[in-house]
């Protein structure tokens, strides 16, 4: 209890030491590097234009520079100045994913570059160090998701409003259809029957929770941190089998069948997992299952950037693929595992076109900053997918002693449109620990385009 208080006393007297301080120093770091611009300028320009990156005052070109001052800041605050430039208009670009598609051209060898930063360093005590995923510090509500739902609409689908990953498949082109797409698909490998219980835990708008009390007879509890975001599901769930509750997950109680977690294990923070793992495997009824949708990272690759923190979604830790398996398996044990970064392409895209056409009504409800902070933050994510940095998983959590749930027992790895079973999977008796081997597979650019993926070979926990 002592200890809960002081750690929560530190906490927040951490964040608003690193509100203040840190904006002096980056402050500082930008008027001592300003009276520097022309040779800044020379060895950037010469750096990006190596990469292939067009630069100039033309708003068609990659890198369009609206603001002298801009070199200066790149050098003082690396990434997070470039996100956080654009989002002030200090430049613009006329193809966003090219120009992302330019720089993550250096490739997996130069990952390292992104711990060169100081503004990682600075971030990672902030995102990284302090805990505000835990109860009551009132740091955890993602700026994003105050926001109106009218905004979600226009960036989402007017039907469902998920804001996360949809499947494309079965002929599904658009985001609305990919969203149903996903709700069947997870309503299949939970097994949803009539008279189920299911619990939505970071339940966004209530789009899966109605879905599922409507079209599978279940009866829904959909729990989102956000009070906003609580009454909106509230509305939209009208009339369904479903109770949206305004809570935090370490506050649930209850027992279900059936739990589904869609994009939300990122909010927990790394430094809560044990205590997360525990707590789900206490809400789930004898024989019941958990549905995850969550991120990953690949080595090398930061768990967090602190732009797309401090602007929309606040605390938020990627794991790598190993943590998650060591974590999780520490509760349950995993019945299926399915990557489906190809679809994260696809919706990356759908969010930043969604931008382009409602750009004036966004502007209209949030103000244009904030617009152009999703746009550059979408721009990133996508690059990231599309380069391999980021994958997005389906996973299914059963008991320990849970053996015959699910018929595929193992991980399955995305080529095509399907998955092929193109690696080994074990998962010793008596281990806590999952072995996935990613065989290489070779493809070309052509195939890629088409939809082949390629990775090369993971091994996990050996
Ligand atoms: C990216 S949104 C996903 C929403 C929804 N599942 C969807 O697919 O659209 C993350 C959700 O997790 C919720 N969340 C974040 N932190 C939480 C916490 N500590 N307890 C409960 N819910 C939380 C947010 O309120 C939000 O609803």
């Known amino acids: 209890m002592v200890l809960d208080i002081l750690d929560g006393w530190f906490v927040t007297v951490g964040v608003h030491l690193y509100d203040t301080l840190i904006p002096i120093f980056r402050k500082a770091r930008f008027f001592l590097l300003l009276p520097f611009t022309p040779i800044l300028k020379v060895i950037t320009d010469h750096a990006l234009s190596r990469l292939g990156v ?37 430049w613009t670009s006329g193809n966003l994913e090219v120009f992302y598609d330019k720089l993550f051209s250096l490739g997996d060898k130069h990952r390292w570059l992104f711990r060169l930063q100081i ?14 995923g835990r109860d009551g510090t009132n740091f955890n509500a993602a700026r994003e998701y105050e926001l109106p739902v009218e905004f979600f609409k226009l960036l989402t689908d007017k ?15 658009t985001y609305a259809d990919s969203q149903i797409e996903k709700f069947k698909l997870i ?11 299911l619990l939505d835990l970071g339940c966004g708008f209530g789009g899966l929770s109605k879905f599922m009390a409507d079209n599978y007879g279940v009866t829904v509890t959909g729990v989102t941190v956000c009070e906003s975001m609580a009454t909106q599901a509230t509305n939209h769930c009208r009339g369904s089998k479903v109770t949206i509750k305004t809570q935090h997950w370490r506050r649930m109680e209850g027992k279900f069948d059936r739990i589904s977690i869609i994009e939300m294990l990122e909010h927990v923070g790394k430094q809560n997992y044990d205590e997360f793992f525990t707590k789900i495997k206490s809400l789930l009824n004898p024989g019941g299952r958990i ?8 080595p090398g690759i930061p768990h967090f950037f602190e732009f797309a923190c401090k602007n929309h979604f606040g605390q938020t830790y990627v794991a790598a693929l190993n943590e998650f398996v060591t974590y999780s398996t520490r509760s349950f044990r995993i019945a299926n595992m399915q990557d489906f970064s190809l679809d994260l392409e696809q919706a990356g895209k759908h969010f930043m076109g969604m931008i382009e056409d409602n750009r004036p009504e966004m502007e209209a409800l949030v103000g244009p900053k904030l617009v152009r902070a999703l746009q550059i933050t979408y721009a990133a994510a996508l690059a990231a997918t599309k380069f391999k940095g980021g994958q997005v998983y389906q996973t299914v959590l059963v008991g320990k002693d849970d053996q015959n749930r699910i018929p595929v027992h193992r991980v399955t790895f995305r080529c095509a449109r399907d998955s092929l079973p193109l690696h080994s999977y074990s998962n010793p008796q008596g281990s806590d620990h999952l072995l996935l081997e990613y065989k290489s597979v070779s493809c070309t650019e052509s195939d890629t385009l088409k939809g082949n993926d390629c990775h090369g070979v993971w091994k996990l926990d050996q």
């Open 291 to 298: 549905l995850l949708q969550h991120y990953v990272v690949d």
């Open 119 to 132: 503004s990682y360093w600075e971030g990672l005590f902030r995102w990284g160090v302090l805990n505000t």
């Open 187 to 197: 309503a299949s490998k939970l097994e949803l029957k009539p008279g189920m219980t």
């Open 54 to 90: 067009t630069i100039g005052s033309s708003p068609k070109a990659d890198l369009c520079i609206l603001d002298k001052r801009f070199y200066a800041r790149l050098w003082a605050d690396q990434i997070f100045g470039l996100e956080e430039m654009f989002a002030e208009g200090w």
């Open 159 to 173: 039907e469902h409003m998920q804001h996360s990953c949809g499947i494309y498949v079965n002929g599904a082109t």
